[in-house]
Protein backbone atom coordinates (compact mmCIF):
# COMPACT_ATOMS: atom_id res chain seq x y z
CA UNK A 1 0.00 0.00 0.00
CA UNK A 2 2.71 2.31 0.97
CA UNK A 3 4.58 1.75 -2.48
CA UNK A 4 1.16 2.40 -4.23
CA UNK A 5 0.67 5.85 -2.54
CA UNK A 6 4.14 6.87 -2.99
CA UNK A 7 3.51 5.98 -6.44
CA UNK A 8 0.82 8.70 -6.61
CA UNK A 9 3.10 11.11 -4.72
CA UNK A 10 5.54 10.93 -7.64
CA UNK A 11 3.15 11.60 -9.74
CA UNK A 12 2.56 15.45 -7.91
CA UNK A 13 6.51 15.64 -7.94
CA UNK A 14 6.48 15.31 -12.09
CA UNK A 15 3.43 17.76 -11.99
CA UNK A 16 5.33 20.08 -9.80
CA UNK A 17 8.30 20.10 -12.43
CA UNK A 18 5.84 22.59 -14.13
CA UNK A 19 6.07 25.43 -12.05
CA UNK A 20 10.11 25.00 -11.68
CA UNK A 21 12.68 26.57 -13.60
CA UNK A 22 13.15 23.47 -16.06
CA UNK A 23 14.12 26.01 -18.67
CA UNK A 24 16.76 27.53 -16.86
CA UNK A 25 19.76 28.16 -19.33
CA UNK A 26 17.91 26.78 -22.62
CA UNK A 27 16.86 28.98 -25.61
CA UNK A 28 13.00 29.16 -26.27
CA UNK A 29 10.97 31.25 -28.56
CA UNK A 30 9.52 34.50 -26.98
CA UNK A 31 5.47 33.11 -26.44
CA UNK A 32 3.14 35.97 -26.75
CA UNK A 33 0.80 37.54 -24.03
CA UNK A 34 4.17 39.30 -22.60
CA UNK A 35 5.58 38.90 -19.17
CA UNK A 36 2.86 38.83 -16.82
CA UNK A 37 0.40 35.39 -16.06
CA UNK A 38 -2.55 37.34 -18.23
CA UNK A 39 -4.54 34.86 -20.18
CA UNK A 40 -2.87 33.62 -23.18
CA UNK A 41 -4.50 34.34 -27.05
CA UNK A 42 -8.13 32.80 -27.24
CA UNK A 43 -7.63 29.56 -28.77
CA UNK A 44 -9.86 28.62 -31.50
CA UNK A 45 -10.85 25.04 -33.61
CA UNK A 46 -8.64 25.88 -35.99
CA UNK A 47 -5.38 27.23 -33.47
CA UNK A 48 -2.37 24.54 -34.47
CA UNK A 49 -0.93 22.61 -31.47
CA UNK A 50 2.21 24.61 -31.78
CA UNK A 51 0.03 28.00 -31.60
CA UNK A 52 -1.59 26.27 -28.65
CA UNK A 53 1.57 25.91 -26.67
CA UNK A 54 2.70 29.07 -26.95
CA UNK A 55 -0.21 30.27 -25.76
CA UNK A 56 -0.50 27.84 -22.80
CA UNK A 57 3.18 29.20 -22.07
CA UNK A 58 1.64 32.92 -22.20
CA UNK A 59 -0.90 31.80 -20.05
CA UNK A 60 1.23 31.13 -17.32
CA UNK A 61 3.67 33.92 -17.09
CA UNK A 62 5.22 33.84 -20.51
CA UNK A 63 8.97 34.76 -19.54
CA UNK A 64 8.53 35.05 -15.85
CA UNK A 65 7.32 31.31 -16.18
CA UNK A 66 10.07 30.22 -18.27
CA UNK A 67 13.12 31.84 -16.33
CA UNK A 68 12.09 30.99 -12.86
CA UNK A 69 14.82 30.31 -10.58
CA UNK A 70 13.30 27.80 -7.64
CA UNK A 71 9.70 27.25 -6.34
CA UNK A 72 9.00 26.25 -2.90
CA UNK A 73 5.25 24.78 -1.77
CA UNK A 74 3.94 23.93 1.70
CA UNK A 75 0.82 22.25 2.25
CA UNK A 76 -2.17 19.01 2.90
CA UNK A 77 -2.51 16.51 0.71
CA UNK A 78 -5.52 14.01 1.09
CA UNK A 79 -5.02 10.33 0.16
CA UNK A 80 -7.54 8.47 -1.31
CA UNK A 81 -7.30 4.39 -1.86
CA UNK A 82 -9.14 2.42 -4.63
CA UNK A 83 -12.75 2.46 -3.88
CA UNK A 84 -13.03 4.33 -0.35
CA UNK A 85 -14.45 7.41 0.17
CA UNK A 86 -12.04 7.93 3.92
CA UNK A 87 -8.86 10.44 2.92
CA UNK A 88 -5.70 9.58 4.75
CA UNK A 89 -4.77 13.15 5.20
CA UNK A 90 -0.90 14.28 5.71
CA UNK A 91 1.28 17.41 4.97
CA UNK A 92 3.82 18.33 2.05
CA UNK A 93 7.15 20.31 0.88
CA UNK A 94 8.49 20.36 -2.67
CA UNK A 95 11.49 22.09 -2.94
CA UNK A 96 12.26 22.76 -7.28
CA UNK A 97 15.24 24.75 -8.68
CA UNK A 98 16.32 24.23 -11.52
CA UNK A 99 16.58 20.08 -12.78
CA UNK A 100 16.86 19.79 -8.73
CA UNK A 101 13.75 18.76 -6.83
CA UNK A 102 13.34 17.59 -2.57
CA UNK A 103 9.82 16.34 -1.72
CA UNK A 104 8.97 15.07 1.77
CA UNK A 105 5.39 14.06 2.44
CA UNK A 106 3.87 12.83 5.89
CA UNK A 107 0.90 11.64 6.61
CA UNK A 108 1.37 9.25 9.58
CA UNK A 109 0.80 6.44 10.58
CA UNK A 110 -0.57 5.44 6.71
CA UNK A 111 3.20 6.79 4.55
CA UNK A 112 5.99 9.04 5.42
CA UNK A 113 8.89 9.47 3.09
CA UNK A 114 11.25 11.46 1.32
CA UNK A 115 12.34 11.99 -2.18
CA UNK A 116 15.38 14.09 -3.49
CA UNK A 117 16.59 14.62 -7.18
CA UNK A 118 19.96 16.29 -7.21
CA UNK A 119 19.91 16.96 -10.76
CA UNK A 120 22.07 13.25 -11.72
CA UNK A 121 20.80 11.06 -8.97
CA UNK A 122 17.77 10.38 -7.38
CA UNK A 123 17.10 9.10 -3.52
CA UNK A 124 13.88 7.80 -1.70
CA UNK A 125 13.62 6.75 1.94
CA UNK A 126 10.88 4.29 -0.20
CA UNK A 127 12.55 1.62 -1.80
CA UNK A 128 11.84 0.74 -5.46
CA UNK A 129 10.84 4.79 -5.99
CA UNK A 130 12.81 6.75 -7.97
CA UNK A 131 11.89 10.47 -8.79
CA UNK A 132 12.05 11.24 -12.45
CA UNK A 133 14.49 13.90 -14.21
CA UNK A 134 12.25 17.19 -13.47
CA UNK A 135 12.49 18.69 -17.60
CA UNK A 136 11.03 15.53 -19.07
CA UNK A 137 7.48 15.57 -17.99
CA UNK A 138 4.64 17.78 -17.51
CA UNK A 139 4.97 21.38 -17.71
CA UNK A 140 8.64 21.16 -17.72
CA UNK A 141 8.37 19.65 -21.08
CA UNK A 142 5.91 21.96 -22.66
CA UNK A 143 8.63 24.77 -21.77
CA UNK A 144 11.12 22.95 -24.46
CA UNK A 145 8.07 22.34 -26.76
CA UNK A 146 9.59 24.56 -29.54
CA UNK A 147 13.60 23.01 -29.26
CA UNK A 148 15.12 20.85 -32.09
CA UNK A 149 14.40 17.19 -32.01
CA UNK A 150 10.39 18.08 -29.82
CA UNK A 151 7.09 17.42 -31.43
CA UNK A 152 3.67 18.93 -30.38
CA UNK A 153 0.91 16.92 -32.40
CA UNK A 154 -3.00 17.48 -32.10
CA UNK A 155 -5.25 15.12 -30.07
CA UNK A 156 -9.30 14.94 -29.56
CA UNK A 157 -10.65 17.79 -28.16
CA UNK A 158 -12.32 17.06 -24.51
CA UNK A 159 -15.09 18.60 -24.14
CA UNK A 160 -15.12 22.76 -23.95
CA UNK A 161 -11.18 21.81 -23.97
CA UNK A 162 -8.80 21.39 -26.83
CA UNK A 163 -5.55 19.00 -26.62
CA UNK A 164 -2.32 18.72 -27.33
CA UNK A 165 0.54 16.49 -27.08
CA UNK A 166 4.55 17.37 -26.41
CA UNK A 167 6.87 14.76 -27.19
CA UNK A 168 10.97 15.02 -26.73
CA UNK A 169 13.85 13.49 -28.31
CA UNK A 170 13.56 10.17 -26.11
CA UNK A 171 9.59 9.60 -26.74
CA UNK A 172 8.74 10.73 -23.36
CA UNK A 173 5.13 12.35 -23.79
CA UNK A 174 2.94 14.54 -21.88
CA UNK A 175 -1.03 15.08 -23.08
CA UNK A 176 -1.97 19.06 -22.53
CA UNK A 177 -5.55 19.98 -22.28
CA UNK A 178 -6.47 23.88 -22.53
CA UNK A 179 -9.37 26.50 -21.98
CA UNK A 180 -9.80 27.95 -24.84
CA UNK A 181 -10.76 31.67 -23.74
CA UNK A 182 -7.51 31.75 -21.18
CA UNK A 183 -5.17 29.08 -22.60
CA UNK A 184 -4.44 28.24 -19.00
CA UNK A 185 -3.80 24.28 -18.52
CA UNK A 186 -6.49 23.00 -16.94
CA UNK A 187 -5.32 18.99 -16.97
CA UNK A 188 -2.11 16.91 -18.54
CA UNK A 189 -1.84 13.29 -18.76
CA UNK A 190 1.95 11.77 -18.60
CA UNK A 191 2.83 8.05 -18.75
CA UNK A 192 5.63 7.00 -16.42
CA UNK A 193 6.74 3.64 -15.03
CA UNK A 194 3.82 1.89 -16.89
CA UNK A 195 1.30 3.89 -15.19
CA UNK A 196 -0.40 7.31 -16.51
CA UNK A 197 -0.61 9.77 -13.97
CA UNK A 198 -3.58 12.73 -14.50
CA UNK A 199 -3.56 15.74 -12.64
CA UNK A 200 -6.89 18.40 -13.05
CA UNK A 201 -5.49 21.81 -11.94
CA UNK A 202 -9.07 23.21 -9.56
CA UNK A 203 -7.67 26.45 -8.57
CA UNK A 204 -4.91 28.37 -9.77
CA UNK A 205 -3.27 31.50 -8.11
CA UNK A 206 -0.67 34.13 -9.61
CA UNK A 207 2.74 34.82 -7.98
CA UNK A 208 4.51 37.86 -9.25
CA UNK A 209 3.46 37.09 -12.41
CA UNK A 210 3.53 33.79 -12.79
CA UNK A 211 0.63 31.31 -12.76
CA UNK A 212 0.59 28.46 -9.65
CA UNK A 213 -2.07 26.40 -9.36
CA UNK A 214 -3.08 25.89 -5.73
CA UNK A 215 -5.32 23.08 -5.96
CA UNK A 216 -5.10 20.13 -7.63
CA UNK A 217 -6.34 16.65 -8.11
CA UNK A 218 -3.73 13.44 -9.07
CA UNK A 219 -5.11 10.37 -10.46
CA UNK A 220 -3.41 7.14 -10.92
CA UNK A 221 -5.68 4.59 -12.78
CA UNK A 222 -3.98 0.66 -11.11
CA UNK A 223 -5.39 -2.66 -11.30
CA UNK A 224 -7.02 -2.29 -8.21
CA UNK A 225 -8.80 0.84 -9.27
CA UNK A 226 -8.20 4.78 -9.34
CA UNK A 227 -5.83 6.02 -6.63
CA UNK A 228 -6.36 10.04 -5.95
CA UNK A 229 -4.42 12.45 -3.93
CA UNK A 230 -5.99 16.03 -3.36
CA UNK A 231 -3.01 18.76 -2.83
CA UNK A 232 -4.28 22.38 -1.69
CA UNK A 233 -0.97 24.46 -1.32
CA UNK A 234 -0.96 26.77 1.76
CA UNK A 235 2.33 28.69 0.81
CA UNK A 236 4.36 29.70 -1.97
CA UNK A 237 7.55 30.89 -2.32
CA UNK A 238 9.35 31.70 -5.74
CA UNK A 239 13.25 32.15 -7.12
CA UNK A 240 14.07 32.43 -3.26
CA UNK A 241 17.89 31.15 -3.30
CA UNK A 242 18.38 27.56 -2.03
CA UNK A 243 21.16 26.27 -1.43
CA UNK A 244 22.93 22.98 -3.02
CA UNK A 245 23.02 21.05 0.78
CA UNK A 246 18.83 20.54 0.38
CA UNK A 247 19.53 18.30 -2.54
CA UNK A 248 22.08 16.51 -0.78
CA UNK A 249 22.01 12.61 -1.25
CA UNK A 250 21.91 11.16 2.08
Do not use: H, W
Not at 25 to 38: D, H, L
Not at 41 to 59: F, G, L
Not at 119 to 132: A, E, F, I, K, T
Not at 163 to 184: E, H, K, L, Q
Amino acid sequence: MNKLFSSLILGAIVFCAGVNASAQGETSKPAPGGNGAAAGPAITATTSPVEMARAAIAAQGGEKFKNLKSVILKGSVDLYAPNSTQSIPGGFVIVIAGDKARMEVDARPAVSFKMIYDGQRSYSSLPNVDMPPMTRFGMGLLVKFDQPGYVVSTLPDKKKQRAFRVSDPDGNTTDFYVDVASGRVMSFLIPYGGYTFGTENKKMKEIDGVLVATSFTQRLEMPQGAFFADYNVKDVKINQPIGDDVFAIP
